[in-house]
């Protein structure tokens, strides 16, 4: 038996059509909400901020082993985000800038810091507070994974007013429902907000693990008063309402107050280590 012509291309036609449809059909490319516990941050602590903090100077990205473009993107990611608290003006402060003040592009909040490099920020800048970043963990393909360091503080005092150090791995699943979670909440056209995106898009995933940390920010203009309560499972009985630094008191000094005979205090204890020039501690 011989088919007609035009009868071939017309049943190609209506198997393509079907495959599709069955494709957009499938579960996995449905917005189907995503059920189960849920990953939440936890190593964030605060300290009393006792002035309301109006512009933050966002330091450059401190990570090493990473290619330009990624650290691009985070760099610009960090920027976003900070501005998306909505609770403070934010500045930019280049590589070249800081270089330029300290010899250095970048620093890290837990680094003996030169002597005068936040009272220059904020002479420079007019910040209230500078905000330190790094990356101590990247993983740009499936399943993906970032960690965070990052770190709020006051200048010219030196003053930790909050500090996260979290890691995003999305072999967890915890993380994939808060990854899903973050996408399907947010402004994409339905057909792209069944949640999976974000976890095959080490952009989107920066997305999600920055406003899951940054978020959390404005509580410290509320002077700690909605930080959630002591958590009994923490070493040492620090909560997440505290801020607590390991700081070895004989290789620093703490910011540029002079140090007691009997060693800093609990104030000079919680202030980034400054290098101060000839400080007779070996």
Same mark, same amino acid.
């Given at each position: 038996?011989?088919?007609?012509?035009?009868?071939?291309?017309?049943?190609?036609?209506?198997?393509?059509?079907?495959?599709?449809?069955?494709?957009?059909?499938?579960?996995?490319?449905?917005?189907?909400?995503?059920?189960? !516990?849920?990953?939440? $941050? &936890?190593? +964030?602590?605060?300290?009393?901020?006792?002035?309301?903090?109006? %512009? /933050?100077?966002?330091?450059?990205?401190?990570?090493?082993?990473?290619?330009?473009?990624?650290?691009?993107?985070?760099?610009?990611?960090?920027?976003?985000?900070?501005?998306?608290?909505?609770?403070?003006?934010?500045?930019?402060?280049?590589?070249?800038?800081?270089?330029?003040?300290?010899?250095?592009?970048?620093?890290?909040?837990?680094?003996?810091?030169?002597?005068?490099?936040?009272?220059?920020?904020?002479?420079?800048?007019?910040?209230?507070?500078?905000?330190?970043?790094?990356?101590?963990?990247?993983?740009?393909?499936?399943?993906?994974?970032?960690?965070?360091?990052?770190?709020?503080?006051?200048? !010219?005092?030196?003053? $930790? &007013?909050? +500090?996260?150090?979290?890691?995003?791995?999305?072999?967890?699943? %915890? /993380?994939?429902?808060?990854?899903?979670?973050?996408?399907?909440?947010?402004?994409?056209?339905?057909?792209?907000?069944?949640?999976?995106?974000?976890?095959?898009?080490?952009?989107?995933?920066?997305?999600?693990?920055?406003?899951?940390?940054?978020?959390?920010?404005?509580?410290?203009?509320?002077?700690?008063?909605?930080?959630?309560?002591?958590?009994?499972?923490?070493?040492?009985?620090?909560?997440?309402?505290?801020?607590?630094?390991?700081?070895?008191?004989?290789?620093?000094?703490?910011?540029?107050?002079?140090?007691?005979?009997?060693?800093?205090?609990?104030?000079?204890?919680?202030?980034?280590?400054?290098?101060?020039?000839?400080?007779?501690?070996?």
């Amino acid at each position: 038996m011989t088919m007609k012509p035009g009868i071939v291309p017309a049943m190609l036609v209506v198997a393509v059509v079907c495959a599709l449809t069955a494709g957009c059909a499938s579960p996995a490319n449905l917005a189907q909400p995503a059920l189960g !516990p849920s990953f939440h $941050p &936890v190593n +964030v602590h605060f300290a009393p901020n006792e002035k309301p903090i109006r %512009r /933050v100077a966002v330091l450059p990205l401190a990570i090493t082993a990473l290619d330009p473009g990624s650290k691009t993107m985070l760099s610009a990611k960090v920027l976003e985000h900070a501005g998306k608290t909505r609770e403070f003006e934010v500045v930019s402060v280049s590589e070249e800038l800081v270089k330029t003040w300290s010899g250095r592009d970048s620093w890290r909040s837990d680094e003996m810091l030169p002597k005068d490099l936040l009272a220059r920020i904020h002479t420079e800048t007019g910040c209230d507070a500078v905000l330190f970043s790094q990356v101590t963990g990247f993983k740009g393909y499936p399943p993906l994974m970032i960690g965070w360091k990052l770190s709020l503080v006051t200048v !010219p005092q030196g003053q $930790p &007013v909050w +500090v996260a150090d979290e890691w995003f791995d999305a072999a967890d699943e %915890r /993380v994939v429902t808060a990854a899903r979670r973050f996408e399907q909440g947010g402004l994409l056209p339905d057909s792209l907000r069944d949640g999976w995106a974000v976890l095959h898009s080490p952009s989107r995933f920066a997305d999600f693990s920055l406003s899951a940390l940054l978020g959390l920010l404005p509580a410290i203009q509320q002077n700690s008063a909605k930080v959630s309560p002591p958590r009994a499972d923490t070493p040492d009985g620090v909560g997440a309402n505290q801020l607590k630094l390991c700081l070895p008191a004989k290789e620093m000094k703490y910011g540029n107050q002079p140090e007691s005979a009997a060693g800093p205090g609990p104030e000079d204890a919680r202030r980034l280590p400054v290098d101060t020039p000839d400080d007779g501690l070996d």
